[in-house]
Every structure is written in structure tokens, then in C-alpha cells.
């Protein structure tokens, strides 16, 4: 069993940055996909970014187009955890952002093909 665990949220005014942290504890893989993902009230949940890791290949990332050039995923496999930094940010990016996990390289955008969720931290951005 995997557990995930975000921090790092909180309240920011448009054009500030946050920078979000997702830990992992329980079993461990030698390749994975970790994703983020976000929820505002009234909305359906969509896709931030995600980042895949192999050994042999290493890592490669995924934006969706909403956030290309403003955040950044990245990973610290010694201490099991995966960053997003937020830069630029945007009243519309406040939402409830959920890290997410699925023990394989490959890359996908649907929530549905993630094993493993944390419980999700607020961010909110203000004008």
C-alpha cells in the first residue's frame, strides 16, 4: 500500500507562487507516474501535471496547457517525494490540488488510471 500526503498549500495574491510537496510513503517503485491534479467547487477535477520515472530512462514530464510555463513537477526520490511549483499563479487556479499515483512509466492525463491519491491541500489565490 502506498500513502501520499500533500503540503504546501495555502493563500497567495495573483502573481505569487506556492510551491506544493507530495510525500510517499508505504511500498516503494522502480518506475512510476505521479500526477497532480485539482478540483475547484463546481467543477470536475483536471489534469496539472505529472511526471514519469524510470531508472534507465529517467524522468519526463506532462502539463496540461492551462499551466505550461508557470509550474514546474519535479521529484526527490531519496526522500520519496514529488514537487509542484506554482509561479505566475492565477485567481483561477485556486481549486483543491491532489497528488496522485499509478506504479508504471506510462504517462496518462485520466484520473481514473491512478492507484493512489493523497487527501488533497487548498490553494487560494486571490485578485
Known amino acids: 500500500q502506498v500513502q501520499l500526503v500533500e503540503s504546501g498549500g495555502g493563500l497567495v495574491q495573483a502573481g505569487g507562487s506556492l510551491r506544493l510537496s507530495c510525500a510517499a510513503s508505504?511500498?516503494?517503485?522502480?518506475?512510476?507516474?505521479m500526477g497532480w491534479f485539482r478540483q475547484a467547487p463546481g467543477k470536475e477535477r483536471e489534469f496539472v501535471a505529472a511526471?514519469?520515472?524510470?531508472?534507465?530512462?529517467?524522468?519526463?514530464?506532462y502539463y496540461a496547457d492551462s499551466v505550461k510555463g508557470r509550474f514546474t513537477i519535479s521529484r526527490d526520490n531519496a526522500k520519496n517525494t514529488v514537487y509542484l511549483q506554482m509561479d505566475s499563479l492565477k485567481p483561477e487556479d485556486t481549486a483543491v490540488y491532489c497528488c496522485?499515483?499509478?506504479?508504471?512509466?506510462?504517462?496518462?492525463?485520466?484520473?481514473?488510471?491512478?492507484?493512489?491519491w493523497g487527501q488533497g491541500t487548498q490553494v487560494t489565490v486571490s485578485s
Open positions: 508505504g511500498r516503494t517503485f522502480s518506475s512510476y507516474t
Open positions: 496522485a499515483g499509478r506504479s508504471v512509466y506510462q504517462f496518462t492525463r485520466e484520473s481514473g488510471q491512478y492507484d493512489y
Open positions: 511526471i514519469s520515472w524510470i531508472s534507465w530512462i529517467g524522468g519526463s514530464t
